[in-house]
């Protein structure tokens, strides 16, 4: 048992707490042996399934018992938060289920699937408002309307009730390994705001020492493992919001302390092994996770050689992937594993030139996945964009060796990601 006089740092007694607060309400959600996970990384895979959940994320936990914690007072003045969908999702679901009503703040960027799922879920009890064009610029206006309005803010991470109410996922995870008699090795979880983190290794370290967790991040969102190198929480000045869930600028203070506490580990995943682990739950486990919910399966390829003959759980924390974003998802991963690239090459403005190009650098097995090209009057050239998918990635040393006699001058978009963003 850890024992701590710090009042900012959660013990296994608050998860427990809130447990009996939730477990009546909340789904159990199953702690799942994965066949495929486990041949392919040589241990011993088990994923909790948060994605079955109502509202299908862990975010509910936390939010339904931080609102339970308020004043009568309170909940008639209305509570309010901001967040990139899944708290929103979990906070809407609470209040139209206690008749409370929650005004939310959300990015313009969000997913619209899950801003219309905020909507189902509230009803007539909530109110939405996009504002921002990042969780920090959302929280800052909610902030604010909390102020004038008198209401409460339900924090989506950095409050120790909602880190408390996400902790009981861990309380699952033991209650379940106790009855199939496994010893875990390793708990895997995502890190965006570092409420569940905080909450599961928090609860972890009091019952279970002996497991290793690890909090996983986004590679090019990784405010976390900022705070940790500054010695507390610090703001990125760029961040990439693929990962939306996890895409959080400033880590809380709450959470940064109990994280330094508690956690053992810290892994950040590039965004497109995140990508290739969404398509491969997807197509062989026929799992649909958001990419803050595939964080901790995507870690899987990293950690492999430490986790060989291990027992690892791996939190799905959401599933609320918007299908309008798999062509990005695919993109994405091709460009990871090196099979498509992107170019912008001064073709002759001749007959034949196509045919040249095809015939002299496309290898025989690579393939035209874009070609964008428009005739320049009077001139002997013109730059064309075309994509190009290798049937193998080893294969690109040639390729560009090849692409080079053809033009000089030309320009990889793939190491370009303004003009790539721009043009593709």
Wanted: glycine share 8%.
């Amino acid at each position: 048992m850890v024992v701590t006089e710090n009042q900012n740092l959660l013990t296994e007694t608050d998860v427990q707490k809130a447990n009996e607060v939730l477990a009546p309400i909340i789904r159990h959600t199953p702690l799942q042996y994965d066949v495929y996970l486990s041949q392919k990384y040589n241990c011993q895979v088990y994923l909790k399934r948060e994605d079955l959940q109502a509202v299908r994320s862990f975010k509910i936990r936390g939010a339904y018992y931080a609102i339970t914690q308020t004043t009568p007072e309170q909940r008639q003045r209305g509570v309010v938060c901001a967040s990139a969908g899944n708290h929103a999702q979990g906070v809407a679901w609470t209040c139209h289920n206690l008749g409370v009503h929650a005004t939310i703040f959300m990015p313009v960027t969000t997913p619209q699937q899950k801003v219309g799922q905020v909507a189902f879920f509230g009803g007539d009890d909530v109110t939405i408002k996009l504002t921002g064009d990042t969780f920090d610029a959302s929280a800052q206006a909610a902030t604010e309307f909390c102020e004038k309005e008198n209401q409460t803010f339900i924090a989506p991470f950095d409050n120790l009730n909602t880190m408390a109410g996400q902790g009981t996922l861990a309380v699952e995870v033991f209650d379940d390994a106790k009855k199939q008699a496994l010893k875990v090795d390793y708990l895997l979880a995502a890190i965006g705001g570092g409420g569940l983190i905080s909450g599961i290794s928090a609860y972890s370290k009091g019952t279970h020492p002996e497991t290793k967790v690890v909090g996983v991040e986004p590679q090019h969102a990784a405010s976390m493992a900022a705070a940790f190198a500054k010695g507390g929480p610090v703001t990125l000045d760029e961040m990439d919001t693929f990962v939306d869930g996890a895409a959080v600028r400033t880590v809380g203070g709450l959470t940064y302390a109990n994280a330094k506490a508690y956690v053992d580990e810290l892994a950040a995943v590039p965004e497109g092994q995140v990508c290739r682990t969404i398509l491969d739950l997807y197509s062989k486990e026929a799992i649909v996770a958001e990419p803050a919910g595939a964080l901790s399966v995507a870690a899987l390829e990293q950690m492999q050689a430490e986790l060989t003959g291990k027992t690892v759980v791996c939190v799905i924390s959401g599933g609320n992937n918007d299908i309008n974003r798999m062509q990005e998802i695919e993109e994405r991963a091709s460009i990871f594993e090196g099979v498509q690239h992107y170019f912008v090459v001064d073709f002759p403005q001749r007959p034949g030139a196509l045919r040249e190009f095809t015939n002299e650098v496309l290898g025989p097995n690579d393939d035209i996945t874009k070609f964008e090209y428009t005739k320049k009057v009077n001139r002997g050239s013109g730059p064309v964009l075309i994509g190009v998918r290798l049937n193998d990635k080893t294969t690109l040393p040639a390729l560009l060796e090849r692409l080079t006699k053809f033009d000089p001058h030309y320009i990889n978009l793939v190491e370009n990601q303004m003009l790539y963003t721009m043009l593709v």
